[in-house]
């Protein structure tokens, strides 16, 4: 009995203790889960707080970076507008072009320095063919180096119509040398033809020149070198042109032609009329290729001509270049048809029982 009311002595106030704590630790354990969340709740919250601290600083760096960026790049503009303007002062301030290639080439330009250069070793050619140009007298060499000249010079060039207008000035005074040998129609056709082509690009000139004076040559023997006498009788002192002339004459003109358009002359005769066909034939042959190339060579200035016409008016040793070309195609066209009626003529001489068939062209 002692020991049981010794237990529920002791146990059931202890007992009646606990169930009396209980409650109480339960408060306080819900108690501590509240401040738990509580401190998370601050955690995440300060994380979250570090974290725009963190990203607010980034971007602030992020605008640092930026402005200091712009700020470079706008120094660095400001620097290259100095310099493009200082270099295009030091451009105006000089006019050669090697002087413009060494500021190009101190600015870092290399390929306008390049062409700086191109443009100063153009320029020195050009001066060294107008000193050339100027310091010959004669009219020959005026001529010549007036279109070495030329080939290098601009044609809308001051310097271009001065040289054009000394050559054209030499030309005359060439042609005053060839007076007497210009009063013969042949001659002066031929003269013109030489004249239009030496007056061409990169033309031969020595060797126009050259042709001239044979020209001429050949003009005093014909004139000069034998009698008319003797030219008569024998035929020889005779230019092929003329025996040309007389042949085609006497093909057009006389009524004794046989059904096979042989001329009806003695065996001997004729022969001798054949051997002077067969060498008409040949001359015509070479007087058409040359006509037909000359031709050419003038058709193609005269175009040039006119496309520089198109551009710009042309100069008034231009324009006096054309009205020759222009002249001088038709004088070459006339006589073409011309060498064309002998080659005919010649053929038809030269293959006497051969049906005629017209004229053939070359």
Excluded: C, H, W
Excluded at 151 to 173: H, K, M
Excluded at 200 to 213: L, N, R, T, W, Y
Excluded at 327 to 335: N, P
Excluded at 350 to 356: A, E, G, I, N, S
């Amino acid at each position: 009995m002692a020991t049981r009311y010794q237990l529920g002595d002791v146990l059931l106030p202890e007992a009646e203790n606990l169930a009396i704590a209980l409650p109480r630790i339960i408060a306080q354990s819900k108690a501590n889960q509240l401040d738990e969340r509580r401190l998370n709740q601050e955690s995440r919250r300060i994380g979250i707080a570090e974290s725009r601290a963190e990203e607010a600083l980034a971007f602030r760096d992020q605008q640092a970076r930026i402005s200091q960026q712009n700020y470079l790049q706008q120094q660095a503009f400001q620097k290259s507008q100095a310099e493009e303007k200082t270099m295009n002062s030091l451009l105006n301030s000089v006019t050669e072009p090697y002087q413009k290639q060494a500021i190009y080439n101190k600015y870092g330009m290399f390929d306008m320095a390049a062409q700086m250069e191109v443009q100063g070793d153009k320029e020195v050619d050009q001066k060294t063919s107008l000193k050339s140009f100027y310091a010959v007298s004669s009219a020959k060499d005026i001529v010549e180096e007036g279109s070495k000249a030329l080939e290098g010079l601009d044609p809308t060039s001051a310097a271009y119509g001065q040289v054009v207008a000394r050559r054209d000035s030499a030309f005359n005074e060439v042609q005053n040398s060839y007076q007497d040998m210009l009063k013969d129609p042949r001659y002066k056709f031929q003269y013109d033809i030489l004249l239009a082509s030496a007056k061409m690009p990169s033309a031969d000139i020595k060797g126009i020149f050259e042709q001239m004076d044979v020209m001429a040559e050949r003009y005093q023997k014909e004139r000069y070198g034998e009698s008319e006498d003797e030219g008569d009788k024998s035929g020889k002192g005779k230019t092929i042109d003329e025996q040309a002339d007389e042949l085609v004459s006497s093909l057009l003109t006389g009524d004794a032609f046989t059904p096979e358009g042989a001329l009806d002359f003695d065996p001997e005769t004729q022969a001798g009329i054949r051997e002077i066909a067969s060498g008409v034939e040949s001359t015509s042959k070479v007087n058409i290729g040359t006509l037909l190339s000359s031709i050419s060579k003038l058709e193609n200035r005269k175009d040039i001509l006119d496309r520089t016409a198109a551009l710009r008016p042309l100069t008034k040793g231009q324009v006096k270049e054309s009205e020759q070309i222009s002249a001088t195609l038709k004088a070459s066209k006339e006589e073409l048809a011309k060498q064309r009626s002998y080659l005919g003529a010649s053929r038809r001489e030269t293959q006497p029982y051969k049906p005629f068939s017209g004229l053939k062209a070359l």
